[in-house]
């Protein structure tokens, strides 16, 4: 099993920043990608950003290129996202997400991020 922890949401006017920690426990060794998801109000979760901890290689939804960069410290099992040059429309709970190597898939319980315009 894993467990994941978000923390870091918030409100923030738009133009803001807000970073966003995702703490890892349980069988960590076993995790080979995370990443963060968002799903606003009415609408499907969507991919934001994935990172391969092992490599550090990244992936962004084209929606948050140059303005979101997600991180992370395998000393401290945490996930990063910083996000940067906040809209409105980046309203939505964030997820942070976890799949094993053995394809196992694990979700925290979401930390709700709101941009005021």
């Known amino acids: 099993q894993v467990q994941l922890v978000e923390s870091g949401g918030g409100l923030v006017q738009a133009g803001g920043s807000l970073r966003l920690s995702c703490a890892a426990s349980?069988?960590?060794?076993?995790?080979?990608?995370m990443g963060w998801y968002r799903q606003a109000p009415g609408k499907q979760r969507e991919l934001v950003a994935t990172?391969?901890?092992?490599?550090?290689?990244?992936n962004y939804a084209d929606s948050v290129k140059g303005r979101f960069t997600i991180s992370r410290d395998n000393a401290k099992k945490t996930v990063y996202l910083q996000m940067n040059s906040l809209k409105p429309e980046d309203t939505a709970v964030y997820f942070c997400?976890?799949?094993?190597?053995?394809?196992?898939?694990?979700w925290g319980q979401g930390t709700q991020v709101t941009v005021s315009s």
């Open positions: 997400n976890a799949i094993t190597t053995w394809g196992e898939d694990y």
């Open positions: 349980g069988r960590i060794f076993s995790i080979n990608v």
């Open positions: 990172i391969i901890c092992s490599s550090g290689w990244t």
